[in-house]
């Protein structure tokens, strides 16, 4: 699967933006997908997820603030970040899961990883 993720800038904290992750190479609508996101200094961890069926999990740090979609038709998924805050600022990461498994909380679970799109949040 090719992922190509855009979106990303730069935002007050406070503001909102939305991330696309757009897909090719397989059947879109059998994947489940997720999106991480790497600050400078840190580890990569989850932000949110999607399953077929378009089941949502998220970090708890995001909950309440940030939606996860998709549309099976565009084979795009979405992250919705509203409220954001200085600490989201990272470098986000689309990524896509060939085989639907439990974890969808971990870097291991994913196949295919798009390139990421710098989300920056000032104060």
């Known amino acids: 699967v090719q992922l190509q993720a855009s979106g990303g800038g730069s935002v007050q904290a406070g503001g909102s933006l939305r991330l696309s992750c757009a897909a090719s190479g397989r059947t879109f609508s059998n994947l489940s997908l997720g999106w991480f996101r790497q600050a400078p200094g840190k580890e990569r961890e989850f932000v949110a997820a999607?399953?077929?069926?378009?089941?949502?999990y998220y970090a708890d740090s995001v909950k309440g603030r940030f939606t996860i979609s998709r549309d099976n038709a565009k084979t795009t998924v979405y992250l919705q970040m509203n409220s954001l805050k200085p600490e989201d600022t990272a470098v986000y990461y689309c990524a896509a899961d060939r085989y639907n498994g439990d974890y969808y909380y971990l870097e291991r679970e994913y196949d295919d990883w798009g390139q990421g799109t710098l989300v920056t949040v000032s104060s």
């Open positions: 999607i399953g077929r069926r378009s089941n949502s």
